[in-house]
């Protein structure tokens, strides 16, 4: 098979990471005449949004040549121009051969996605890596909640972004300084909207795309009546957590958090060693009750949108009686994250967006699994159980630098689910798209 896949990179130099040197290589290597190859980008899943939908239009208009395919009823709803869309209904072990044939018959040079371990995703990625293709992956911000995430070739722990403290305190000298980003509203309405829009069209599947298989582990109705019994819940839990938050800064209590994610979160099933957050406590609990100072409390909050589907409360309570601690521990099922972590002692995380949260607040703070904030001089690098009386603050000029590096390198100015955030994503993703190279690209370039 001809290679469709490359563009014309002049200036990488060989001594890029291997996987950014292969792939400019192999662009360079496709470039017979010197000319860069007319753009053709290929869509694949995005978020449950108009996102993509509004991104391919702007793409066109820009001059690029644009396809969307289709893994599911709920992706061909938010697609509005249905001449420009593939449906796949196969299974996955085809995966790779209609990538193959779609990829070559279309030119494709670009693929676009949101999330890079869907499974739909994994083998359009290999794929396009083999023939030298770009990858565009979005994902959600890594400083919220004003940017969001586009990287090329990967993200969170497959992100290229490098794990070298110094290469941030370089490099962070010659990048702007960034600020939270232009405030646009978020809306969890529109959110949720989407989502249910995107869901019901998907009843459909079984007759429309009958081999798909879903990535989150439990349907979306099974969520949606946990989310309503979890709202029920919330409405006489706020004032109560509140007045519990209150009281522990009042009174000058010692206390460290402990910031759950979702069960279903690709951030804990591939990139950390826990299963779910049921392991991540029954972890944590006995490290603290056995390892923290005897005045310190630990409070375990609740991600703000957990659905509820494992009680994580009944298991705090239980195992804080085994442990003999259930003075200490307060369990939270709402609560001001800001106001928490301007008071808190240190921070527990696996590898969520919280850790940059509590890296701005200059907070002791420990990740357990792969983080891209998870540096030397950023995070603890010792143990959980040193972590409670020897965790320090983070430097906060190398994470100053840090910040800035990767706000400039990876992060996107918008939102994916309301008009204006949706908007502001797709103006300020054109020209990174069209790219030759990303701004990561060029600042490894720049540092080899």
């Known amino acids: 098979m001809s290679r469709l896949f490359f563009s014309n990179d002049n200036n990488v130099v060989r001594t890029l990471p291997p996987l950014v040197a292969q792939l400019a290589d192999k662009r360079r290597a496709a470039m017979a005449d010197g000319k860069p190859q007319a753009r053709s980008f290929a869509l694949l899943q995005g978020v449950c949004s108009p996102f993509f939908d509004r991104l391919g239009a702007r793409l066109q208009s820009a001059g690029g040549s644009v396809c969307k395919i289709n893994f599911t009823a709920g992706d061909q709803s938010f697609w509005s121009r ?3 869309c593939i449906a796949y209904r196969g299974d996955g072990p085809q995966l790779h051969e209609f990538y193959d044939e779609v990829f070559a018959q279309r030119g494709i040079t670009d693929i676009v996605l949101f999330g ?19 990858i565009h992956v979005f994902e959600e911000g890594y400083f919220r909640p004003y940017w969001l995430t586009l990287e090329r070739d990967g993200v969170n722990a497959n992100s290229l972004l490098p794990r070298d403290p110094a290469w941030y ?26 989502d249910i829009v995107y869901n019901a069209h998907g009843l459909r599947n079984r007759w429309c795309y009958p081999a798909y298989q879903r990535h989150a582990p439990h349907s979306a109705w099974v969520e949606y009546a946990a989310y309503v019994r979890r709202a029920i819940k919330l409405r006489g839990r706020q004032r109560r957590d509140a007045h519990d938050i209150k009281q522990l800064i009042q009174q000058d209590r010692r206390f460290y958090l402990l910031a759950l994610q979702l069960n279903s979160d690709t951030q804990i099933r591939q990139h950390s060693e826990f299963r779910d957050m049921s392991q991540l406590i029954r972890a944590v609990m006995p490290s603290f009750a056995q390892h923290a100072p005897a005045d310190a409390i630990l409070v375990v909050k ?8 494992d009680d994580h409360e009944s298991i705090v309570v239980n195992l804080a009686w085994q442990l003999g601690i259930q003075k200490r521990v307060v369990f939270l099922e709402s609560g001001h994250l800001p106001t928490l972590l301007g008071h808190t002692a240190g921070v527990v995380i ?7 949260s509590a890296l701005v607040h200059a907070r002791p703070t420990i990740a357990l699994g792969q983080a891209v904030y998870g540096l030397p001089g950023l995070t603890f690098q010792g143990g959980l ?16 630098r840090f910040r800035n590096t990767v706000i400039h390198a990876t992060q996107i100015n918008g939102g994916f689910y309301t008009r204006a955030g949706i908007a502001m994503a797709v103006e300020n993703s054109l020209g990174r798209l069209l790219a030759e190279q990303s701004p990561l690209e060029a600042l490894l370039q720049e540092g080899a």
């Open 116 to 134: 890079d371990h869907r499974p739909v995703h994994r083998a359009a990625i290999e794929v396009a890596r083999k023939q030298g293709g770009r």
């Open 350 to 356: 696996v590898n969520s967006t919280v850790g940059g």
């Open 302 to 309: 609740n991600h703000p949108l957990d659905p509820g589907l």
């Open 169 to 194: 305190l370089e490099v962070g000298k010659r990048v702007p300084r960034y600020g939270n980003g232009q405030v646009f509203k978020s809306s969890f309405t529109a959110r949720a909207w989407h």
């Open 82 to 84: 249905k001449r420009d």
């Open 385 to 400: 159980d040193e972590f409670w009386r020897e965790g320090e603050p983070p430097d906060m000029r190398l994470f100053g």
